[in-house]
């Protein structure tokens, strides 16, 4: 292979044959994160619910029967790679299960730490591949909540207008999912690296995708604001330099080095103290249940990476300072429960603030590191329950995993299983559910 910075099309000066500018061309699809009226407490009160002006359209109805009988005072959220699907193809029962639970009026979300699809794509492919009628109202992936920073906040100055670098499997594709989130100025690691092909020395991994996607940086040396990791990356080398490169930078101005780093009278020995951007990632997840017979690594590899260069950079003196989205953290789950009220109220078709909050949420997962420590360990404001229950289809199995860490309320072969005991517990009027 030829070395990168030997291409017509990528050496020098960026060609503008290629190269779009770093604003959206043309409308996006609006997109609904969270939506409705405040959260009434239980025993009294109310949390304010979050309201975004980016809204999620639904690029389908949503298949609920009205005529059924009232949603009871629980719901479920699933996890989806390992409990919903393996490799693509539905679990047996799981499209009954989520039938079962549309059919009859019991609210539920599908909470996945996978990413790297903008929502409406992510809902229409399961859709068909489930075979069940699904919306965006009630599914969050591991990016999802992202969306919350690109608007001001207290405490907190919106991303909106800011320089963001984004990074994944198909960074072109997390662009995308970024700008239809509001982000206006979003960045890749191609961009980068082709305005600045000595910032990588080596023959690039993916050469002809970043020749593709590439667009010019608003400026030769532009200021960062924040990092984004959207899902697993493919080219580990490129991404972790360039990320050191910010995080030892000079108020996230690419191409400086900060004066503070290193420096033993300051706190944190200077390391990350001098306005650089706040990194985030998406999801924890060492592992996740794919084709292959045994677990694969996930984004958590990528980070456990990213933080052992970077204590090596910094000689141990100081730990990587970072945001992480995605299951087991509480700040999705809260995310998540704001999401299951709204969608609760809309399938009632009562007003927000007029329900009460759900008395309990199942939470079915395959992964006692991230769905079921984050079941256990979330305290909802508004006092609902979340209890986990651990599925035998996925990343956990007692021949290789033995006794979980986390331990569930209690395991199961399956989605159908895990349904068929909260019903039970619950004492579920309704029609029968029975696991196969």
């Known amino acids: ?29 609006p997109i609904r994160a969270v ?13 304010p619910s979050v309201r975004q002006s980016h809204k999620f359209s639904v690029p389908r109805p949503y298949s609920i029967d009205h005529k059924g009988p009232k949603p009871p005072p629980f719901a479920f959220a699933f996890d989806i790679d390992g409990v919903l699907l393996h490799v693509a193809k539905p679990i047996p029962g799981a499209t009954r299960t989520l039938e079962y639970l549309q059919k009859h009026n019991i609210p539920f979300i599908l909470l996945t730490n996978g990413g790297g699809k903008h929502e409406i794509d992510r809902v229409a492919d399961l859709s068909d591949r489930l075979g069940v009628e699904l919306s965006t ?16 906040s207290p405490g907190r100055e919106g991303l909106r207008d800011k320089n963001v670098l984004v990074t994944g499997s198909d960074a072109a594709k997390c ?10 100025h979003v960045i890749t690691p191609a961009d980068i690296l082709a305005a600045h092909p000595a910032i990588w020395p080596f023959d690039p991994l993916m050469e002809a995708v970043y020749a593709s996607t590439a667009r010019p940086l608003p400026n030769p040396d532009p200021k960062i604001d924040a ?3 959207f899902n697993d990356p493919r080219d580990w080398a490129l991404d972790i330099q360039l990320i050191c490169d910010l ?4 108020r996230g101005v690419l191409g400086t080095y900060s004066p503070q780093n290193g420096r033993a009278d300051l706190p944190n020995s200077g390391w990350q103290r001098d306005g650089q951007p706040a990194l985030y990632f998406s999801n924890p997840d060492l592992f996740w249940s794919a084709a292959y017979h045994q677990p694969r690594f996930g984004q958590g590899a990528f980070q456990a990476a990213v933080a052992g260069v970077w204590g090596e950079i910094t000689g141990g003196a100081a730990a990587l300072e970072r945001t992480v989205m995605g299951k087991p953290h509480g700040r999705t789950y809260a995310f998540a429960e704001r999401v299951l009220h709204d969608h609760r109220a809309d399938v ?31 305290a909802s404001p508004v006092g609902t329950k979340w209890t986990s229950v651990l599925v035998r289809t996925g990343v956990w199995s007692p021949e290789r995993g033995g006794k979980p860490k986390y331990t569930p309320e209690v395991i199961v072969d399956d989605v159908a299983a895990a349904v068929s005991w909260a019903l039970e517990r619950e004492g579920w009027s309704g029609s029968s559910f029975r696991a196969p």
Do not use: C, W
């Open 1 to 29: 292979m030829k070395p990168f910075r030997g291409r017509i099309l990528l050496g020098g000066k960026p060609s503008a044959a290629f190269l779009r500018p770093h604003h959206p061309t043309t409308p996006l699809t």
């Open 35 to 47: 939506s409705g009226g405040p959260v009434r407490r239980r025993g009294g009160g109310t949390l």
């Open 137 to 152: 109202d009630n599914f969050i992936q591991s990016h999802t909540p992202f969306q919350e920073l690109v608007h001001d």
């Open 175 to 184: 662009r995308a999912i970024a700008e239809a989130y509001g982000f206006r």
């Open 227 to 229: 990092m984004f990791v």
């Open 247 to 250: 995080l030892l930078s000079r």
């Open 348 to 378: 009632l078709g009562v007003a927000h603030e007029d329900l009460e909050p759900l008395r309990r949420v199942y939470m079915v997962g395959d992964n006692p590191a991230s769905d079921i420590r984050g079941a256990n360990e979330y």
